[in-house]
């Protein structure tokens, strides 16, 4: 089949999962010539019936558009993927999922092939995709004018934030704000245990767990700033001395709660090894530091 004559940028697309299909289709829904290719044909059939080209091979679907989007299960998979084919003068956009060391080998690896390289990191799940107020977008990192040259076409799924030219940096950016994710989804699944077994509803109690996080959050700003100026008793309002002096009455709760202090005792321990070192006056940021096994 043929595509229509439009202005938008052709697309090719490898990798049709969950997340592949979402953006498929979301670059299918504005008018963008899409050509796609999946290692298991019936999906990238299901597309063609919205406008997709399907290509026969990851070769021919390379070859057609010089924008290949690529969105697969694992970096080994990329390399698997492409190796052989004929990267010259291709744009590749790299979507899967992967360690910034990945992503700057990956880089490495694109550019001896001819290629300009963008790596990214999608802080989305595929229902987000193409719908503007979801709150979806994607980290980019790599070559600045590959970015600034596709930044239209790359924003219809989700929105787009270049977080530099180093190609490592949006998978380091998507794994940090993940690993956020997951303390604080760690710190209410405690939050929800201590609750369990008493007569509160937790449907009730939830509104003012979601308040209270939302009302703590803004308190990165200020490890930042701490952070950026060494000075660890910047505005602090309470300091490291009084917080942990708090730690026995948390961990006597869930003794008495009957909830395992898992989740939380690895935090309270490295907050008595700060304050053993001295810093009582200090914000809770010295942990960052204890944190750092070896020089970078």
Same mark, same amino acid.
């Given at each position: 089949m043929?595509?229509?004559?439009?202005?938008?940028?052709?697309?090719?697309?490898?990798g049709?999962?969950?997340?592949?299909?979402?953006?498929?289709?979301?670059?299918?829904a504005?008018?963008?010539?899409?050509?796609?290719?999946?290692?298991?044909?019936?999906r990238?059939?299901?597309?063609?019936?919205?406008?997709?080209?399907?290509?026969?091979?990851?070769?021919?679907?390379?070859a057609?558009n010089?924008?290949?989007?690529?969105?697969?299960?694992?970096?080994?998979?990329?390399?698997?993927?492409?190796?052989?084919i004929?990267l010259?003068?291709?744009?590749?956009?790299?979507?899967?999922?992967?360690?910034?060391?990945?992503?700057r080998?990956?880089?490495?690896w694109?550019?001896?092939?001819?290629?300009?390289?963008?790596?990214?990191?999608?802080?989305?799940?595929?229902?987000?995709?193409g719908?503007?107020?979801?709150?979806?977008y994607?980290?980019y990192?790599?070559v600045?004018?590959?970015?600034?040259?596709?930044?239209?076409?790359?924003?219809?799924?989700?929105?787009?934030?270049?977080?530099?030219?180093?190609?490592?940096?949006?998978a380091?950016?998507?794994v940090?704000?993940?690993?956020?994710?997951?303390?604080?989804?760690?710190g209410?699944?405690?939050?929800?245990?201590?609750?369990?077994?008493?007569?509160? =509803?937790? @449907?009730?109690?939830?509104?003012?767990?979601?308040?209270?996080? +939302? $009302?703590?959050? *803004? !308190?990165?700003?200020? /490890? #930042?700033e701490?952070?950026?100026?060494? =000075?660890? @008793?910047?505005?602090?309002?309470?300091?490291?001395?009084?917080? +942990? $002096?708090?730690t *026995? !009455?948390f961990?006597? /709760? #869930?003794?008495?709660?009957?909830?395992?202090?898992?989740?939380?005792?690895?935090?309270?321990?490295?907050?008595?090894?700060?304050?053993?070192?001295?810093?009582?006056?200090?914000?809770?940021?010295?942990?960052i530091?204890?944190?750092?096994?070896?020089?970078?």
């Open positions: 043929t595509h229509p004559v439009t202005d938008k940028t052709p697309v090719t697309l490898i049709l999962g969950a997340m592949g299909t979402a953006l498929a289709r979301a670059w299918l504005v008018g963008h010539p899409l050509t796609v290719w999946n290692r298991t044909p019936s990238a059939r299901a597309l063609a019936a919205d406008g997709a080209r399907t290509a026969g091979s990851a070769a021919e679907a390379v057609a010089t924008l290949v989007v690529v969105c697969l299960l694992d970096d080994a998979s990329v390399e698997d993927t492409l190796t052989g004929d010259t003068g291709k744009d590749l956009v790299n979507l899967t999922t992967s360690t910034p060391a990945q992503a080998t990956r880089a490495a694109a550019a001896a092939r001819g290629a300009r390289y963008l790596a990214g990191g999608i802080m989305a799940v595929p229902p987000m995709i719908v503007p107020d979801a709150g979806g994607v980290l990192s790599g600045p004018d590959l970015f600034e040259q596709h930044r239209d076409t790359l924003a219809v799924p989700a929105g787009t934030t270049y977080v530099g030219e180093n190609p490592g940096h949006a380091l950016h998507d940090a704000l993940l690993s956020a994710m997951y303390g604080m989804f760690a209410a699944a405690h939050a929800f245990a201590l609750i369990r077994r008493e007569d509160i =509803d937790p @449907t009730a109690f939830a509104p003012l767990l979601a308040g209270w996080l +939302t $009302a703590m959050a *803004p !308190a990165v700003h200020l /490890t #930042a701490q952070l950026r100026s060494g =000075d660890y @008793t910047k505005g602090v309002t309470s300091t490291l001395a009084m917080q +942990t $002096a708090g *026995p !009455a961990l006597a /709760t #869930a003794e008495e709660q009957g909830v395992s202090p898992e989740l939380l005792t690895p935090y309270f321990q490295l907050m008595r090894r700060r304050l053993a070192e001295g810093s009582g006056e200090e914000d809770l940021t010295g942990v530091d204890l944190l750092l096994r070896r020089p970078a």
